[in-house]
T-cell receptor
Framework: GNSVTQMEGPVTLSEEAFLTINCTYT??????LFWYVQYPGEGLQLLLK?????DKGSNKGFEATYRKETTSFHLEKGSVQVSDSAVYFC?????????????FGEGTQLTVNP | GAVVSQHPSWVICKSGTSVKIECRSL??????MFWYRQFPKQSLMLMAT?????????EQGVEKDKFLINHASLTLSTLTVTSAHPEDSSFYIC????????????FGAGTRLSVL
């Protein structure tokens, strides 16, 4: 079956530091890959996505590249801000419809200190 | 756009009672809604998938008589935890799929259930 593995947290950084959150996956086909973010007290929000190998998803300064050869989708940001403090979830979907299920990683808590 | 509202955000109930959680898509029609359960410091576990007007599809190991899901309209799905017990205490999250958004899901803020 499908699975997603994220680096263990929590991760604590100082403002303007470089961020990497590792994510690897196992899938039977060619999934779409996602990063969702959950701010305190809020629901998950889509941060970025990539639908095929070598695609790069980007949003709000965050980037992730779909690496088929290493089955990875690592999240990066060059300079984090305090407002980036949240829980980040890597996920995959093998379908292309609104009814397609998502498989989530464990989530990584990020805390950015001023 | 694509806002999902979940209510209540927090509920405390006595053991043996039933609790209903509502999930509404506020500005779109949701072709599919999903219900997840999240344990502390763990990932989201899919409980069931529901389509409007049809029976929900439950994941293996999820008791359908325990967790009743009703998807009466394209904007409302409800999860009822029947005869709740302390082990049902958890964080329940719903999401909705939008036909034109393919495999993207829009999430509610979640409901914290505490069973005494």
């Amino acid at each position: 079956g499908n699975s997603v593995t994220q680096m263990e947290g929590p991760v604590t950084l100082s403002e303007e530091a470089f961020l990497t959150i590792n994510c690897t996956y196992t899938a039977t086909g060619y999934p779409s890959l996602f990063w969702y973010v959950q701010y305190p007290g809020e629901g998950l929000q889509l941060l970025l996505k990539a639908t095929k190998a070598d695609d790069k998803g980007s949003n709000k300064g965050f980037e992730a590249t779909y690496r088929k050869e290493t089955t990875s989708f690592h999240l990066e940001k060059g300079s984090v801000q305090v407002s980036d403090s949240a829980v980040y979830f890597c996920a995959l979907s093998e379908g292309e419809t609104s009814g397609s299920r998502l498989t989530f990683g464990e989530g990584t808590q990020l805390t950015v200190n001023p | 756009g694509a806002v999902v509202s979940q209510h209540p955000s927090w509920v405390i109930c006595k053991s043996g009672t039933s609790v209903k959680i509502e999930c509404r898509s506020l500005d779109f029609q949701a072709t599919t809604m999903f219900w997840y359960r999240q344990f502390p410091k763990q990932s989201l576990m899919l409980m069931a998938t529901s389509n409007e007007g049809s029976k929900a599809t439950y994941e293996q190991g999820v008791e359908k008589d325990k967790f009743l899901i009703n998807h009466a309209s394209l904007t409302l799905s409800t999860l009822t935890v029947t005869s709740a017990h302390p082990e049902d205490s958890s964080f329940y999250i719903c999401s909705a799929g939008l036909a034109r958004a393919k495999n993207i899901q829009y999430f509610g803020a979640g409901t914290r259930l505490s069973v005494l």
